[in-house]
């Protein structure tokens, strides 16, 4: 069974400071992982994704997330926040060996606060 | 690209009756849909998977003669609530992954159903 693990429930980041938005996975092949956000009463909206291939991956509005396969880890990272990043983020795992229909594990959420 | 829309994006209806919820694919074509409920400060629960022209796959406990999901064709699925409860009352999301789904999945902006 595939899992992952959203550790902090919120995240404070001052604006302009590095964020971190933890993750971490367990899946019994080479998973496939993806980060989400969500602002309130919105949908959930894509921003990047690991599928293969160099372990820092970059993505939309300037996030990136590293990915570490002796860690199992997937975290989500910002050089600099802003208070529009203040929103619900998601990690999700999905194991492409998992036959059917392949579907993807959601983490519990983050709920990120940049303060100004 | 890859937008998705859901109608209606909030519904009030009263206990036992019925509800629909549209979920649309506008410029890709999604072999595989997934339906989600959303409670509050909580993670996505998927409740059900749909491939174009066959039955869906209900997740554990979901009744599946509650909660209808036809997959019509490969840009529209849809989520029918009937006999609703105050209980059904929730944030219903769809999501769809294009073509042979090596990739993300794509989330409409949700449905807020409310049952009265």
């Known amino acids: 069974a595939q899992s992952v693990a959203q550790p902090e429930d919120q995240v404070n980041v001052a604006e302009g400071n590095p964020l971190t938005v933890k993750c971490t996975y367990s899946?019994?092949?080479?998973?496939?992982l993806f980060w989400y956000v969500q602002y309130p009463n919105r949908g959930l909206q894509f921003l990047l994704k690991y599928i293969t291939g160099d372990n820092l991956v970059k993505g939309s509005y300037g996030f990136e997330a590293e990915f570490n396969k002796s860690q199992t880890s997937f975290h989500l990272k910002k050089p600099s926040a802003l208070v529009s990043d203040s929103a619900l983020y998601f990690c999700?795992?999905?194991?492409?060996?998992?036959?059917?229909?392949?579907?993807?594990?959601f983490g519990t959420g983050t709920k990120l606060q940049v303060i100004p | 690209g890859a937008v998705v829309s859901q109608h209606p994006s909030w519904v009030i209806c009263k206990s036992g009756t019925s509800v629909k919820i549209e979920c649309r694919s506008l410029d890709f074509q999604a072999t595989t849909m997934f339906w989600y409920r959303q409670f509050p400060k909580q993670s996505l629960m998927l409740m059900a998977t749909?491939?174009?022209?066959?039955?869906?796959?209900?997740e554990q406990g979901v009744e599946k003669d509650k909660f209808l999901i036809n997959h019509a064709s490969l840009t529209l699925s849809t989520l029918t609530v009937t006999s609703a409860h105050p209980e059904d009352s929730s944030f219903y999301i769809c999501?769809?992954?294009?073509?042979?789904?090596?990739?993300?999945?794509?989330f409409g902006p949700g449905t807020r159903l409310t049952v009265t």
């Open positions: 899946v019994s092949g080479n998973p496939y």
């Open positions: 999700a795992v999905r194991d492409p060996t998992s036959g059917g229909y392949q579907k993807v594990t």
């Open positions: 749909s491939n174009e022209g066959s039955k869906a796959t209900y």
């Open positions: 999501s769809a992954r294009p073509g042979t789904g090596v990739g993300e999945q794509y």
